[in-house]
């Protein structure tokens, strides 16, 4: 089992400190990130978004109530196909849904405690959407090219990259007064010196590494490992698997066949939105079919993250 005092979220961002050095001293071509990537969106990314049913049988479970398993996946592609045509129709809204949601997913995996009172959950909402502008905006040269792709009937890419320079000003001033305001108010939310002090160590530490980093490096690292192994950790508790090497083996092995199933449905989209036009780059359609992927895991995954008992728990 892991050391109390070595958690899960120290070594990740220790890992992320090591593989910045590495950056800083190798520079490492466009397609070696894009491999990179490509690997750990296959090995954690898509798969922690796999074990939804298993989340939803839990807390049907746990409400003493039977899952229809029909009804399960018809509302959950259902969500998808919706979702999937609005990013076809309308891509500028679809791109603010997008950022609406994940912002609070992100915030609320992030977040070291959790409790039910309302400021709690605005906070999440506030720091999630500042953390995904940041990763967006803060290699905005890179990114502008992707978003033009979608929303190059509103802006030109240089206009992109004006918006995307002032919004990561924006968010630097968010992130220091948001900072400000949760010390003022750390009582009320139930958070400790020593909970302020973690939480705000920990968002130094992103910040650091996602500027560093090249751009598709620091998206690998906050989503495909940071995120991810922070998702799969609280399924891991919710669905009872110990945390030992066995434990994390039987969760993987157990999210594989949902996985081989999210994989050809991403690819299959991303081949039709490709052919289609409608993104006139692979990686865009990519990105678009993760997005419509995301859209049902979120709802199922946040259920989860209430009914795990992680209430006043911290996970630093």
Same mark, same amino acid.
């Given at each position: 089992?892991?050391?109390?005092?070595?958690?899960?979220?120290?070594?990740?961002?220790?890992?992320?400190?090591?593989v910045t050095?590495?950056?800083?001293?190798?520079?490492?071509?466009v397609?070696?990130?894009?491999?990179?990537?490509?690997?750990?969106?296959?090995?954690?990314?898509?798969p922690?978004?796999?074990?939804d049913?298993?989340?939803?049988?839990?807390r049907?479970?746990?409400?003493?109530?039977r899952?229809?398993?029909?009804?399960?996946?018809?509302?959950?592609?259902?969500?998808?196909l919706?979702?999937?045509?609005?990013?076809?129709?309308?891509p500028?809204?679809?791109?603010?849904?997008?950022i609406?949601?994940?912002?609070?997913?992100?915030?609320?995996i992030? +977040?070291?405690?959790?409790?039910n *009172?309302? #400021?709690?959950?605005?906070? !999440?909402?506030?720091?999630? =959407? &500042?953390?995904?502008? @940041?990763?967006?905006?803060?290699?905005i040269?890179?990114?502008?090219?992707?978003?033009?792709?979608?929303?190059?009937?509103c802006?030109?890419?240089?206009?992109?990259?004006?918006i995307?320079?002032?919004?990561?000003?924006?968010?630097k001033?968010?992130?220091?007064?948001?900072?400000?305001?949760?010390f003022?108010?750390?009582?009320?939310?139930?958070?400790?010196?020593?909970?302020?002090?973690?939480?705000?160590?920990?968002?130094?530490?992103?910040y650091?590494?996602?500027?560093?980093?090249?751009f598709y490096?620091?998206?690998?690292?906050?989503?495909?490992?940071?995120?991810?192994?922070?998702?799969?950790?609280?399924?891991r508790?919710?669905?009872?698997?110990?945390?030992?090497?066995?434990g +994390?083996?039987?969760?993987?092995? *157990?999210? #594989?066949?949902?996985?081989i !199933?999210a994989?050809?449905? =991403? &690819?299959?989209?991303? @081949?039709?939105?490709?052919?289609?036009f409608?993104?006139?780059?692979?990686?865009?359609?990519?990105?678009?079919?993760?997005?419509?992927?995301?859209?049902?895991?979120?709802?199922?995954?946040?259920?989860?993250?209430r009914?795990?008992?992680?209430?006043n728990?911290?996970?630093?």
């Amino acid at each position: 089992m892991f050391s109390q005092h070595f958690t899960l979220r120290s070594r990740i961002l220790t890992l992320g400190f090591v593989v910045t050095i590495i950056c800083l001293l190798v520079n490492l071509s466009v397609n070696i990130q894009l491999t990179l990537l490509t690997i750990i969106m296959l090995v954690t990314g898509i798969p922690h978004g796999s074990l939804d049913f298993y989340l939803e049988e839990q807390r049907y479970a746990e409400q003493k109530r039977r899952i229809n398993r029909a009804v399960f996946f018809a509302k959950y592609l259902l969500y998808m196909l919706v979702y999937g045509i609005l990013w076809f129709f309308l891509p500028n809204l679809s791109l603010i849904v997008f950022i609406c949601i994940t912002a609070y997913h992100f915030g609320e995996i992030d +977040w070291i405690l959790k409790n039910n *009172k309302i #400021l709690n959950s605005i906070l !999440i909402f506030i720091y999630g =959407l &500042l953390m995904i502008l @940041f990763i967006i905006t803060n290699h905005i040269d890179d990114t502008a090219p992707l978003i033009y792709v979608l929303l190059k009937k509103c802006f030109t890419i240089m206009q992109i990259v004006r918006i995307g320079a002032n919004i990561l000003l924006c968010c630097k001033i968010g992130f220091c007064i948001i900072m400000a305001f949760i010390f003022t108010v750390r009582k009320s939310i139930n958070w400790s010196l020593r909970d302020f002090s973690d939480f705000l160590m920990q968002t130094l530490l992103i910040y650091v590494i996602c500027t560093l980093m090249p751009f598709y490096l620091s998206f690998t690292f906050y989503f495909g490992i940071w995120h991810s192994t922070l998702s799969f950790d609280v399924i891991r508790r919710q669905l009872n698997f110990t945390n030992t090497m066995q434990g +994390w083996e039987k969760m993987i092995k *157990k999210s #594989l066949p949902f996985v081989i !199933i999210a994989v050809f449905a =991403l &690819l299959l989209f991303s @081949f039709f939105n490709y052919l289609s036009f409608f993104s006139s780059t692979v990686l865009t359609s990519l990105i678009v079919g993760i997005a419509v992927l995301t859209l049902p895991h979120l709802q199922v995954f946040s259920k989860a993250v209430r009914a795990a008992s992680m209430i006043n728990q911290r996970t630093f």
